[in-house]
């Protein structure tokens, strides 16, 4: 019993980790993308 809630733990938290990561990808990803429409746009000004 005592190893699996140790497993279920173990597991959450690695799939909370995962679901993090994920969301700082996804935040990362959202402003590179920003960024570079601020390019074209600057570039299209021009």
Do not use: F
């Amino acid at each position: 019993m005592k190893n699996t809630k140790k497993q279920v733990a173990l597991v959450a938290a690695v799939l909370s980790t995962l679901v993090l990561m994920g969301c700082n990808t996804v935040q990362g990803v959202g402003k590179d993308v920003r960024k570079v429409g601020e390019v074209v746009e600057s570039a299209a000004k021009k």
